[in-house]
């Protein structure tokens, strides 16, 4: 569907939804739970039409290399298996202490970015929180949306009624507007200027949930690096957490923030990111083809480091070790760089400049370190803390900037 | 300073080579030569590129995809100098600024190989019958004088010129200047050549408001710098046909150079010249090495005249080599914004 103007097919999308929305409402979690998981599983299955079909499309639309189209999908489906859905609608149920909630009557998903599987934590909460949705995927997603919708429709076809999948171009302002004014809650990814661009077109009434530009960060404290294997550990986890998707999501580290003093130096230690464990990665799972937009900025960025500090590179990946110079964006496409820092102090302050737009700090520690490192980040801060190797893999109920991922969708009302 | 530097070292010798170099027919494989004795003093001289070169595990025997090309970005955050700390009385240029706000720097001490380069490419390629009018587009030198566009343009004004008309004042276009400069070639019957940043010649062809000249044979406007970035962005095809619509100009030569080197190039019918003394080869973005012909890459510019900064230097610019020659595709989309149409949109606020 597109056209610049918001047509009657337009209106017949979003009327199918609401009306979509009478049987999500009336559903009960396990047929909600069974309905998701088994669509999921659909598509997880090479062997299936949709799962076969996917193979076959998004390699080569999302500029991947199959064998990370296959681990991020995976890891994308896993979190939609009945026992992850049924955590985390009892996550949604601990979150209101039992008070009344009542659905959204409609909600609207704009995604913009480089990560296909974007769309698919987002639907499953509407659904979770029986909420019908319009969604406009984004052009990285070379179709998971409609087949995951296709999916759905084997899986519940009654409930799948609930979902209305509409693609346009960000020019096709009337679309947005449209969609957006029959909507409760807006949820919107992308660029800031995307978000700038469909908060104002929003009605007053309407609930916003921006999710902005942002980057990961990673940070390796002394005790990670005792010893070689576990300085091996680290940098292979971190390995894949920069290859997965080629780094070009909102969750992808652009720098290692590495606490000297260790047995292994925070260069030593960037020697061995490069030359062990992203090198193994480029055999096992090679970086898609690179735009020459991100070549040019590439050649910048490892020219600058390789003059800072010291460049490891091989073909496909770069690391600079910089020190203790400012942290610079990466060009993704699997280009990092290397800092040194004291301790958790300093990284609270190298953290603070990025603030909302820290979206994933990736830490090489245990669960109890990275308590004491939440505690410690400024106020500004909201990143989803998680162990290094699990960057690009947010659970259902991961936070993101800052909100449950229910935000908006769900809403509380008292009976005085 | 040690005898590495200075006239009096090996600086002094290598300066005195390649101005022979220029001044005279200059076959590619003595260029390259060259070429690769510049940049092998320079790997030893210069820190910056010598970090590079090692970094990039340069070697100097192997042609000039050997040794490394300096990132035109390196020039924002470093001295990238064979004078590691500033030489009384050397002249700075600076680049016309990227959307961070931080201006690279080219510090040269001793302008001769510019001046030899730029006269030497000039006479060559814009003034092959000698001086004539000349009206500029883009700030006198003692307005602006960081910007290598405006010295260059000066030096134009000496070598070239038989009488100069500047008509950008103060940050501002003088209307009432070009159209003085444009009539009065008119009048006299005598060729002028239109020099400046592309951003200017557009706000030109804004001011001059549909009103026509027919310039005497010979004339020709020179446009230099894009637009990416800027408020107002004009494809170069669109730029040439108003310039010979509404100047009546016989010709349209860009010119393309930036801050970063010391020697210029010219684009004819949509090709690019590029002087003996000078290499551009368009490069791989991962193996930094030549695309094979008629693929799109990263233009790498090798310039002998750079004696003082770096022989290499490595743009965000595409090109591709065609049947033609050299076609430049523009900035790479995503690369940071950068040449000296910047400038004058700064000034116009």
Redesign the interface.
Known sequence: MSGEAFTDAHERLVARAVEGGRALRQASSERLVAALAQAAARLADPTSGPGAALREWIPERAGLHPANVERTLQDALAVLAEPPLRAALRGFERAHHGRPTTPARLACFVLAGNVYTAALRPLAWALLCRVPVVLKPASADAGLTELFALALAEADPELAEAVGVVRFGRDEAAVLEGLASRADVVHAWGSDRTMVEVRAKLPASTAFVSHGHGLGLAYVPRAALSGLESAERVADALALDVALYDQRGCLSPHAVLVEGGGELSPVDFAALLSERSLAALAREMPRGP?P?????????????G???G??FEG??WGVTFEGLHPIRLSPGYRNVAVHEISGPAALAMRCAPFGGHLKALGIAAPLEVRWSVASGLPASLCPRLCEVGHMQRPGLLSAGDGDAPWAGLSRVFDVD | MSAEQGPGGREGALRQRIAEALAAPLSPSLRDTLLAEVAAWQAVVNPVFARLCKARRARFDAGPEGWPAVPTDLFRMARISVHPVPVPGERVFHTSGTTSGVRGAHALADLSLYDLAAETAARAQLFPSGPMRLAMLAAHPDEVPDSSLSYMLGRFEAWFGVRTDWCWRGGALDVEALIAALEGAVDAGAPLALLGTSFAFVHALDALDGRRWSLPAGSFAMPTGGFKGRTREVEPAALHAGLVQTLGVHAVKGEYGMTELCSQMYEHGGVLWVPPWMRATPVDPDSLRPVPDGDAGLLRLDDLANLESAVSIQTADLARRTERGLVLLGRAPGASPRGCSLAVEEALG
């Open positions: 690179m020459l937009s991100v070549g040019a900025m590439q050649v910048q960025w490892r020219g600058i390789a003059v800072r010291e460049l073909d496909g």
